[in-house]
T-cell receptor, first 113, second 111 residues
Framework: DAGVTQSPTHLIKTRGQQVTLRCSPK?????VSWYQQALGQGPQFIFQYYEEEERQRGNFPDRFSGHQFPNYSSELNVNALLLGDSALYLC????????????FGNGTRLTVT | EDKVVQSPLSLVVHEGDTVTLNCSYEVTNFRSLLWYKQEKKAPTFLFMLTSSGIEKKSGRLSSILDKKELFSILNITATQTGDSAVYLCAASARAGNMLTFGGGTRLMVKP
């Protein structure tokens, strides 16, 4: 039973560039959430997708956008990268919009130089 | 603004010791409190607590929620070096299942 898979594992980009991160949810899960985890801090919620629509959004600028596909996989796009966007980006999947626990992937480590 | 605070920030113990990790929260329309263990990358789910006063146990780990005082504790008995990790506490609200995380407690267990 495949868990949450994310790609790539590591990425180095330059300020001003754009990046796309990818996530496949755990089998049987249909909801995908994205979190940003800066070094030494807890994860911060970016947004959540369910039924191919953004359902909730955290306090992140419009430079952060996403998409969910019919097979429930998801992408996170970040435009006009800033040094402060350097972080571990975690994808989590769950079932529906209820109270099911989130299952996390191993994340994508993004470094912006 | 929703807030979750964990203490202590870090802890160093020896194998066999018992530890207690603390988590306090202020969340509008609180629904549940979750604990995760993060060793390298992916946080792994430990417990979800929704009712006050009911202890959840899994092996040497246990956790309880106090909804009146707005806090939770995670206990680890007979610690082992494999328990070394960052322990994250998170709270969810009734709308959706977005989590607000605390900053984590870094636990180091020495042999």
């Amino acid at each position: 039973d495949a868990g949450v898979t994310q790609s790539p594992t590591h990425l180095i980009k330059t300020r001003g560039q754009q990046v796309t991160l990818r996530c496949s949810p755990k089998s049987g899960h249909d909801t995908v959430s994205w979190y940003q985890q800066a070094l030494g801090q807890g994860p911060q919620f970016i947004f959540q997708y369910y039924e191919e629509e953004e359902r909730q959004r955290g306090n992140f600028p419009d430079r952060f956008s996403g998409h969910q596909f019919p097979n429930y996989s998801s992408e996170l796009n970040v435009n006009a990268l800033l040094l402060g966007d350097s972080a571990l980006y975690l994808c989590a999947s769950s079932v529906g919009q209820g109270n099911s626990p989130l299952h996390f992937g191993n994340g994508t480590r993004l470094t912006v130089t | 603004e929703d807030k979750v605070v964990q203490s202590p920030l870090s802890l160093v113990v020896h194998e066999g010791d018992t530890v207690t990790l603390n988590c306090s929260y202020e969340v509008t329309n609180f629904r549940s409190l979750l604990w995760y263990k993060q060793e390298k990358k992916a946080p792994t789910f430990l417990f979800m607590l929704t009712s006050s006063g009911i202890e959840k146990k899994s092996g040497r780990l246990s956790s309880i929620l106090d909804k009146k005082e707005l806090f939770s504790i995670l206990n680890i008995t007979a610690t082992q070096t494999g328990d070394s990790a960052v322990y994250l506490c998170a709270a969810s609200a009734r709308a959706g299942n977005m989590l607000t995380f605390g900053g984590g407690t870094r636990l180091m267990v020495k042999p």
